[in-house]
T-cell receptor, first 114, second 114 residues
């Protein structure tokens, strides 16, 4: 089954404790992206990647890191989480961005930073 | 800078009645426009897109949207709403003159009452 898989589904952590949210897709998509969803603000893009070893900042990249060493994986790293990073996070992928292809989303990761 | 506005936080409609969810956008180039739906505890799912051509676009689950360039709008419509259409709906735009960035609106919650 074609899908985008995020782990974990729920995560509670404390300020300053490094964490990684994993994202993997099995559709051989070039493009991958991370979003955070906050009430009333919709989805805001954190980082995106056009292909392996190619990443770029979105609208709200501060406090986050990403890497794209393999085509299928695009982990989101919070080196020193803070309470304002409490949010619902989504990973998404698509075949290619330059043709306006639709995005496929993971089920989300609800992160709480205490 | 590109932007998307969904002026209604919530839309209430009776089952069987027409459903409309409003979206307006602002871009400097030509827009690629999308609608996504989010059911509880799920990631976003693609409904439909407008790239070029016919202004009326048909999508999944009986939804359609009309592109209106003069009003810079892309309203989502369904002739007869179902209770199962109750969800959070997001409009998104990509400005072809601004690279690969996809901007989402704040979302509109649709509640269809039996």
């Amino acid at each position: 089954e074609a899908q985008v898989t995020q782990n974990p589904r729920y995560l509670i952590t404390v300020t300053g404790k490094k964490l990684t949210v994993t994202c993997s897709q099995n559709m051989n998509h070039e493009y991958m992206s991370w979003y955070r969803q906050d009430p009333g603000l919709g989805l805001r893009q954190i980082y995106y990647s056009m292909n392996v070893e190619v990443t770029d900042k979105g609208d709200v990249p501060e406090g986050y890191k990403v890497s794209r060493k393999e085509k299928r994986n695009f982990p989101l790293i919070l080196e020193s989480p803070s309470p304002n990073q409490t949010s619902l996070y989504f990973c998404a992928s698509s075949p290619a961005r330059d043709r306006g292809e639709k995005l496929f989303f993971g089920s989300g990761t609800q992160l709480s930073v205490l | 800078a590109q932007s998307v506005a969904q002026p209604e936080d919530q839309v209430n409609v009776a089952e069987g009645n027409p459903l409309t969810v409003k979206c307006t956008y602002s871009v400097s180039g030509n827009p690629y426009l999308f609608w996504y739906v989010q059911y509880p505890n799920r990631g976003l799912q693609f409904l439909l897109k407008y790239i070029t051509g016919d202004n009326l676009v048909k999508g999944s689950y009986g939804f359609e949207a009309e592109f209106n360039k003069s009003q810079t709008s892309f309203h989502l419509k369904k002739p007869s709403a179902l209770v199962s259409d109750s969800a959070l709906y997001f409009c998104a735009v990509r400005d072809t003159a601004a690279g690969n960035k996809l901007t989402f609106g704040g979302g509109t919650r649709v509640l269809v009452k039996p």
